[in-house]
């Protein structure tokens, strides 16, 4: 990356507003802001996640440079080639760089980071209100929106072959072997090793470069090889939620909190085709758009000072100070990713327009009707522009269904010290999640789920002294 933006401007504007009318108990709030993300050399893959590994592929300005293995004995430590002071006795292997001209890399797959890269940023705004129904009790409504711009596309293939060579055919489309054979001769025989043959494939003949491999196969366009940039900055994304939520105070010994958001995510990140003008706008994988919470403490009023105490220091010991915390969650789960089994290069489906009729809890069989497809790999699309989305917003995986409780007994030591005992369990009813069904159509596993996506039953006890 050599070209970058400088003087970056994130600007924040908001309110507050307690209007007279509603006697000081209601607040109205909104904001909006621009917040810009720093320059990332990770790889933002399809599946919706950060890739950990950095890309650090830049051919033509890197090299290594090996070390030669000592030729000498221990007997004759003066005949070895390489020391400490001069490990590299040969010199070291220089960057080929655009030595070659046009035929630099000819025949090898090229990966380059977008050399005019953009920092991403989000444009985010709110509107909040929240009102007071009691002097313990408060509901709160907010709407937050956000558009995303200059998101990292993780890969471009700017080798691929003209739209209108593929297929739009629902079936296989026999006439399109012409594509991969028979061979042609190969007029660039001779040039570089990896294409140093009389004949090559009418497909490569056809790519935008045909100097280097073309970056469609007949299973679809290919991601880990051609030419790909990585990271172009052309991706975006839409965020809109609704939050609704209910807090009581700590009243009676009781504090409760009941949320519920509702949202959307609609981002524009990846590649259906290599010749499409646009990334395909789809439901994101990480898009959950139900997501329900109630959590409560209470104080049980038993002890010492409380509602129910005894005569007895020792009862009240005892039976007093016991705290019981208590958290529900429910949230959708995220929409299946159809890739055909590949992330880096996604397949495309032959199928027949059927409901697939999904039950994400389905462990006895198939999750889905996988009859509405054809995978016979005999009759897989050759050379296909691909029309299958790689999500849908009605077919979504397992989500999660989980109740954690924990129980707190505190035993006073005096004025300043004090032993807590607390006995936590997670997932309580020891319910499961279910992983997302397999959805590579030439698996032997189609259609099935084979593991869980959560924790089972956890529980733990903690002792604490405080002094």
Do not use: C
Request: charged share 10%.
């Amino acid at each position: 990356m050599y070209q970058n933006q400088s003087h970056i401007v994130s600007p924040r504007v908001g309110f507050a507003w307690t209007p007279d009318v509603f006697k000081g108990k209601t607040v109205i709030r909104g904001a909006f802001g621009v917040f810009v993300a720093p320059v990332t050399i990770a790889n933002l893959a399809i599946t919706g996640t950060y890739s950990t590994n950095p890309q650090i592929n830049q051919q033509g300005f890197s090299q290594s440079t090996t070390v030669p293995a000592p030729s000498a004995t221990l007997l004759n430590p003066s005949q070895a080639q390489n020391s400490l002071s001069n490990p590299f006795p040969n010199g070291f292997t220089r960057p080929a760089g655009s030595s070659a001209g046009l035929a630099t890399f000819a025949g090898q797959a090229i990966s380059f980071l977008d050399p005019d890269v953009r920092n991403p940023y989000s444009m985010r705004w709110n509107f909040d209100i929240q009102h007071a129904l009691s002097p313990n009790t408060m509901l709160e409504v907010l709407y937050i929106g956000n558009h995303s711009l200059h998101l990292p596309v993780a890969v471009t293939q700017l080798n691929g072959m003209p739209q209108s060579y593929l297929s739009t055919l629902g079936v296989r489309d026999p006439a399109q072997t012409y594509l991969a054979s028979p061979a042609v001769a190969n007029p660039f025989s001779g040039l570089a090793t990896s294409q140093n043959a009389a004949t090559t494939t009418v497909a490569q003949l056809l790519a935008r470069y045909p100097e280097f491999p073309v970056g469609d196969s007949a299973s679809g366009w290919n991601g880990s090889s051609g030419v790909l940039e990585q990271n172009l900055n052309v991706g975006s994304a839409y965020f809109h939620s609704l939050n609704v939520r209910l807090q009581k105070r700590v009243s009676g010994g009781l504090n409760l909190t009941v949320n519920y958001i509702r949202s959307r995510l609609i981002e524009d990140d990846s590649w259906l085709n290599s010749s499409d003008p646009r990334p395909e706008k789809r439901v994101s994988p990480t898009d959950r758009p139900n997501r329900f919470v109630a959590a409560a403490t209470y104080a049980l009023p038993v002890g010492q000072g409380q509602l129910l105490h005894f005569r007895s220091h020792l009862a009240n010991t005892l039976v007093g100070d016991w705290v019981l915390t208590t958290m529900y969650q429910y949230q959708t789960g995220g929409p299946l990713t159809f890739l055909n089994g590949s992330s880096t290069s996604p397949g495309d489906y032959v199928y027949f327009g059927a409901p697939l009729n999904l039950n994400n809890r389905q462990v006895n069989g198939t999750a889905f009707d996988t009859t509405a497809f054809d995978t016979k790999a005999a009759d897989a699309f050759n050379y296909h522009l691909s029309t299958f989305p790689t999500t849908f917003d009605n077919l979504r995986s397992d989500g999660i269904n989980q109740l954690d409780a924990s129980v707190l007994k505190r035993f006073a030591l005096g004025e300043n010290r004090r032993f807590e005992l607390r006995f936590e369990a997670y997932n309580l009813p020891n319910h499961p999640v279910f992983a997302a069904p397999n959805t590579q159509a030439n698996a032997s596993g189609f259609g099935t789920i084979t593991a869980t996506a959560n924790r089972f039953r956890t529980m733990q006890a903690i002792a604490r002294i405080y002094f």
